[in-house]
């Protein structure tokens, strides 16, 4: 029997881009996501939003935010670490389709001192959510 007590769920909050790949004259980019999380020896990939879907981003300040995603990546128990990725991709119909930049965050020790929201904004200046091109935040809870 498993110790309930290491059951987490990772859930993703929201997304922002920071530059939508697209030239000047286009206002928005067409993206989708996929996570990896791996822990315990098992990986859980998921894509999102499910193929064909896709989700409009503009790079513009006030419309550069997909908020409220509140998507669960990950549910069940926590091995003795965690590795949570994520990768973007901006889909171009006449031209490849453009990459963002990929996030790794791998957490050791404790299961306790993985709990909390991870944003661009809790360490600092070089934080690993701020990524070049898109920010990220995401929460690990207890399950």
Known sequence: MSDTGNRIRVILRWVQIKDNK???????????????????????EMEFPEPPAFWSISDHPRRNKVDKIDKVLFEGEAGD?????MFGIELDQLTSNDH?????????????????????????????E????????YEIEQA
């Open 22 to 44: 697209e030239a000047a004259w286009d206002d928005e980019g067409e993206f989708r996501f996929r996570s990896k999380i791996t822990t315990g020896g098992v990986t859980n």
């Open 81 to 85: 670490s965690l590795v949570v990725e």
């Open 100 to 128: 963002l930049q990929d996030y790794r965050m791998e957490f050791n020790g404790p299961v306790a001192s993985w709990l909390g929201e991870h944003r661009p904004t809790d360490e600092g200046g070089d934080d690993p």
């Open 130 to 137: 701020n990524l070049e091109d898109w920010r990220i935040c």
